[in-house]
Every structure is written in structure tokens, then in C-alpha cells.
């Protein structure tokens, strides 16, 4: 079975947002061992839309399409499709439920132009959208199929693995079996080095490095026909590559550094609280995007100007007048003060020049210094980081987080 | 002149990328006012590629291809496009000197794969490649044209800007202006009932609709043949609209909500403290990726645990009892709290449930109340929202957002 996909959206031909679906749907649609050859971006018009359609029957079999699911009068990929089908347009009450519920959750009445979404084909399977209005739909013709996914990434993606996958594997004997492992604390090149023989002597699995900010992946990835064959090969290169650098694995596939810490924290029963001044609450943010950090994640201090490090954490201005805000001495200060004032077992703090503005002749803008509280240590680190004022947030948080992590291993 | 995109490579089929040339070069047409219907995607294949080709010749005049110029064997697309047009690669000496230059200049001695580089077909614009060895060309048979342009963006990007687009200015006399405007707090549907006559009784300016989350963006584009004409156009257009939908426009273009809430703060020259439970320092973390964030943003409190909410903003245990943490009365007394303990002048406050766990019968999974607080005015306001986690806490801090801009409004 050849599949191919066909965006559907003015904004892509526009060039308002970059085609981030077609990337996901061809990267899953590999893992899944399902040849894709085309990608098409059409606008939301109906005639070129239906040539598209004409032209990827002739050469696929599983057309799979993201946009022009919504309820305005420019959304046609299902008339369109359905048209080309010869399948009539019916509405669905359940779907009509649904899409009603969806309003009413909010407090909101229905808008009477979303009654569109609820008109289906005869004979196709519906696609539930628990984070939006427009249902996906396989419609099935002449051993043809159509794959029809809302355009948001939000709505798009969470469908088609509870969905779409199970319906595609049965299409597919091989499959593509991946594994990441997550490495912090050695860079790119290093990495690269110390494995080079893995890297280069073999073609499955094969091994694969991206570099990610302050993080850098491995990908081991095998093309076997079952899962428990996979399994072993991928273990068998995971303890080979552990054997070599497994201090600096921190996690898994898509366990983030924030997950594996809250994970820590859970196991070993202890509280973390946070003082930030420089990433100005994306740690407290990274730790409460996992689900469950309520029962190790006490408090935060977002202590921005100077009298709120004074006021919340205690720092002595003594201490902020001799040494600056930005120094080893206050980001210690800030971590025993986190740790007082909370309920927490460990307390990290951040201090530095995020940038543009705020730096000094002896205090570049990157600065950043990190500081670790526990009733018997304390300690901070210095960081010299560079990129603009996010690179700079979001270097300094997982720095920290990573410290966080150490110190949780050594309690 | 209509023109389409070919971007050629296997590792966009693998989705080992992200297609940002399509996106670049769609938004650079469309300014150009070169209209662009299809983009396609092929893998390194000469026969797909040549597919593509056929095809696209059929429906455009202009064919800009990126990829597929590299040295080695499967970079094919100048040998599909030469043999489609009919034309013959020729060694040509100049390209190769460069090519050789480009090298000499790093230390190094040619490979003798990147040869094949030098081969350019007889009567073609060369296009001079100054960050790498492949050389762009435009090649030109009966009233058709093809561009041919590297695919590393740091390659492509300068060099079409160089000679493609005075290239393709003499092709189109008008260029498309156009102006992004940003509602919140009003759904995609509500607005195109609105404007339902504005949109659809024309097409210059056009008006299209892009939800985004708990925002939702306007584009007026207009077409013509310099600025000052469009800009009076998009002006019209634009207090059209605010004459109808004013109060749920907060920006324009790139601007972001917690840009404009930062502007709005250093105009009136007052200061910011937030209190955060179920969004977990997102409202924070927002405000501090603003430049310039230390001048009106005092503090943020964290308080995820009842005992933080006490300790840190003076919450009273007895409300927490009766009325529980996710409540009217908690929001408005955490935005209290943190109105009394900092600096600020505005205080908001949110507390929720994000999920997936902590729901009861009377309070599920998405409630989320927020919390204002000024010297003479205090409220809360009730949110259902839906998603999960990640998706709650950002509809929640959009949310507090737009409170917080509405009470500077009112300041």
C-alpha cells in the first residue's frame, strides 16, 4: 500500500505557518513501514483540490489529508473527497451531540455554522476529536481510502495514534522499531567520538545523533517484523551504548528531563521547591507540565526585582550590594531561602542576564549562575550561555533541572 | 504567471525534517504577488521527480525546485529537469573554478564527486552560490520556467533573494500587503458571523480566519502596486472591523499577548504580581520572555500546595475548607495576597484543575478560576476549558492574560 499525503490550507501556500503535519504524518507513517512517495499542499479550493485528488488516486492508494475539516464556508476537504467518492453527506446526530457538548463544556451555544461538522458519509468510519469540533473520517472506496484528520496539530496528532495507527498496521509485515536515549551533560561531538565504532561498523540497527539545546539524542532504530525481536536488538545496543556513557543518559523516547526528575523526587518521597530570578518561572512551568508533580512540587519564588529576593528569600543586601544580583554568593542565598521558606527537601535557584539588555562590563548577557539548597549542602555552579533571550531561559532551566537531578541521586 | 513549489528530498517523505524552504518561498511568492496553487514533494527519485515535473508543467509556468543539487549520485534534480527540458549539462570552467575556490579557501582539495556540480545546461542563468558549492539555475523553454535552488535554507534563502526575486519581479505588477489582526476572547465562528459580510461581499482586501489557541488571528491581504496605496486599503479595512469587533482585538502582526500586556504596563507605568496554582509559573514565564519584563513585573508566587497558598498570600485555611482551593473565593483572596505582599499594582491569580488527575463530581478536569486584584477592585472570573494538561494551563494563562489587559485598560 502506497500512501500520500495532501495538505489542504491557504495559509500553507501562503506561507503563514510552516507544514509541521506533513512532517509528523510522514515520520509516523515510516516507523510504520508504509511507503510515502508524495506530499501534496493544495489551497482551500475546490477544483484544485479535486485535481489533487484526481492525480494522487492514480499513483497511491491511501490519501491522507490534514485542514479544511472547520465550520466556515472555505473548509472542503470533505465535500471535496466525498464528491470525488460519490458519497453522500449525511447528518449525525451523535456527531451533532458531541460537537454541542464541546460548546456547552464552555458555556457557549452553539454557533449555528458548526452544525456543518456534523454531516458525515454513508458507510465511513468516524473519528472522534476530543480537542475539537471537526470528527476525522476513513472513507473506503474500490480498495482506495481516505484518510480525512482535522488541520490544528493539537486535534490532528492525538487522533491519529488513537485511531489511524491501529487502522494502518494492519497494512504493513515490517515495521520500524526506534528507541531514543536522552543524554545531558556531553555534547554532540564527544558523543559522536566515544561511539564512533557503533555508529559506523553496522547498518541495523543503526544509530543516529541529533543535537538538541543543552541535550543531545541517540536513536537506535531496527526494521523487524515483530515487536519482541525489536526489543531485543534494541536492548542488546541500549546496554553496549550504557556501558559507555550511561552517566550522562538521563531518560528515554519521550520521557523529558522534567518527568524523570518528578519521577526521582516521587520515588525517593521528596519536595522541591524553586527560586528563579533569570527563567523567570519556565522551571516551576517544566515541572507542573508533568501530571502528579503536586506531590513533590511545593513552591515557587519568582523573585524578579531585588526586593523580592530580599522579601521572599531572605537574600541580605549586604550580599546583593557587595556581590550583585547575578553572583555565586546570592544564587546560594536564594536556594537557603527557598529551602526555609518551604516545605521542600531540595531548593535550586537561578540568577543571570537573560539579555538583550543588562549586562555589564564584568557581567555578560549568557551569565548564569544556579545554586542548590538541602538541609546539609549547598552549592552554585556558573554558566556562560549564548543565543537570545528564550535560548538563554530555556539552556539555564534545564541546567538547573539537571543539577536538581544529581543532587536527587546523591541524597 | 503561476507558479509551483517542488521541494525534492527523502528525508522530508521520512519527515526527518521540518519543509520550512516551502513555507519561505510561499510567503516570498505571495509578497511578490506571484500566485502559487500547488506545493509538492518528492523524494530523490528520478522517476517520481520526473513525474512531478509533467505534472506540474500541465497547471504552472513557474517551477522553483529546492534540493537535489548536492555532488553525490542520488542528488538528481538538475538531470530530471535538463532532461525534460531537453537541454544538455555542460562543464562549465567558471562554476568550477568557483567550486574549487570555495574549497582551496577551507584547506581543502576538492572531492572529485563535486564536479558533477560544474555541469550546468547550455543557455542557463547561473545563479552564484555564496555559502555553498551548488550553483542555483533558472533555465528558461517556450514560456516556461524552472528554478533550480539548493537545499539548506543558509544556501537557498540568500540566493534567492539575490537574483530570484529580481528575477521574478518583472512578472507580476502588483505585490500582496497584508495585516494580521489578533482577537481574543471571542471563538473563530462568532467572529465570521460578524463579519460574514465583510468577508464574503469581496475580494480586495480578502479577509481569512485562522483559530489559534483561545485566540483566534484576522488576515487582511490586499493587492497592489506599491505601500502607500495598500497601507490605506488595510487601514480602512482594519477600523471597519474595529468599529465591529474592537473590544476583542488586542494586536496586531507578530505581536503576542504578553508583548502588548507589557507595553500597556510600561505606558501606564505600573507593575505586575502574579499568584499562580494550576498554571504552574506559565503566566510568569510569558511575561519574563519579554525584553524589558524587569520594569514592570515584581513577582510571582507559585503556590501549588494549600499550605504555599496560606503561607505566601495569606489565603484563609477556613475558605480553603468550605469553599476549596479550586474557588471564586480562593482566586480572588490569592490575587489579594499577591497584590499585599509585592510591589505591584495589579495582582491576578489562578487556580484550576489541569489534570488528568484531581477532578471531583462538582469540579472536573479543565475548571479553572481567575483572580484580579487592584487597590480598589477585586473579582474572579469561571473557565471550563478542555484539552490536556499542557493545553489547560495555556488556554488559562491566555486567559489571565486578556484579564490582566483588560484591567490596565480600565486602570
Known amino acids: 500500500m502506497m500512501a500520500e499525503i495532501i495538505c489542504v490550507g491557504t495559509e500553507l501556500l501562503l506561507g503563514q505557518i510552516v507544514n509541521t503535519n506533513a512532517q509528523y504524518l510522514s515520520q509516523r507513517l515510516a516507523s510504520l513501514g508504509i511507503d510515502l512517495y508524495f506530499q501534496t499542499t493544495v489551497g482551500d479550493n475546490l477544483n484544485r483540490l479535486k485535481s489533487a485528488i484526481d492525480i494522487a ?64 458519509p454513508k458507510d465511513s468510519i468516524i473519528l472522534e476529536n476530543r480537542h475539537g469540533t471537526a470528527p476525522g473520517l476513513i472513507i473506503e472506496k474500490d480498495g482506495k481510502i481516505a484518510i480525512l484528520l482535522p488541520g490544528p496539530p493539537f486535534e490532528m496528532q492525538p487522533m491519529f495514534e488513537e485511531y489511524v495507527v491501529p487502522y494502518l498496521e494492519k497494512f504493513s509485515k515490517e515495521k520500524i522499531y526506534s528507541r531514543v536515549l536522552k543524554f545531558i551533560g556531553i555534547g554532540e561531538s564527544s558523543i559522536e567520538e566515544r561511539l564512533s565504532e557503533l555508529i559506523h561498523n553496522q547498518s541495523d540497527p543503526s544509530l543516529a545523533l541529533y543535537a538538541k539545546p543543552f541535550e543531545v539524542e541517540l536513536r537506535i532504530s531496527t526494521k523487524k517484523s515483530n515487536g519482541a525481536l525489536a526489543k ?50 519556565l522551571i516551576c512551568n517544566k515541572i507542573t507540565n508533568v501530571p502528579g508533580a503536586s506531590n513533590v512540587f511545593d513552591r515557587g519564588f519568582i523573585t524578579y526585582s531585588n526586593e523580592a529576593k530580599v ?30 521558606n518551604s516545605l521542600a527537601d531540595i531548593a535550586i535557584s537561578t540568577t543571570g542576564i537573560a539579555g538583550p539588555t543588562g549586562a555589564t562590563k564584568t557581567k555578560p548577557v549568557g551569565l548564569v549562575y544556579i545554586g542548590v539548597a538541602t538541609k546539609n549542602y549547598i552549592d552554585s555552579f556558573e554558566f556562560r550561555f549564548s543565543g537570545d533571550r528564550l535560548r538563554i531561559k530555556e539552556t539555564a532551566s534545564k541546567a538547573a533541572l539537571d543539577i536538581l537531578r544529581k543532587t536527587i541521586i546523591n541524597y
Do not use: W
Open 311 to 340: 522579601k521572599e528569600l531572605g537574600v541580605s543586601e549586604e550580599t546583593l550590594k557587595n556581590f550583585g544580583a547575578v553572583s555565586h554568593e546570592v544564587a546560594k542565598q536564594m536556594a537557603q531561602g527557598a529551602l526555609k
Open 57 to 120: 488516486l492514480k499513483r497511491s492508494d491511501i490519501l491522507i489529508f490534514t485542514g479544511g475539516l472547520g465550520p466556515t464556508s472555505d473548509d472542503i476537504t470533505k465535500e471535496a473527497v466525498c464528491e470525488y467518492f460519490g458519497k453522500k453527506l449525511i447528518l449525525n446526530q451523535e456527531v451533532l451531540n458531541k460537537i454541542e457538548e464541546y460548546f456547552k463544556h464552555r458555556g457557549v451555544k452553539m454557533p449555528e455554522i458548526n452544525k456543518k461538522q456534523a454531516y458525515v
Open 232 to 281: 531485543d536488538i534494541l536492548d542488546q545496543m541500549e546496554s553496549k551504548i550504557r556501558a559507555l556513557l550511561g552517566e550522562y543518559i538521563y531518560g528515554i523516547d519521550n520521557q523529558t528531563l522534567e518527568e524523570v526528575v518528578v519521577e526521582m523526587l516521587l520515588q525517593k518521597g521528596l519536595k522541591v521547591s524553586v527560586a528563579e530570578s533569570c527563567t523567570g518561572g
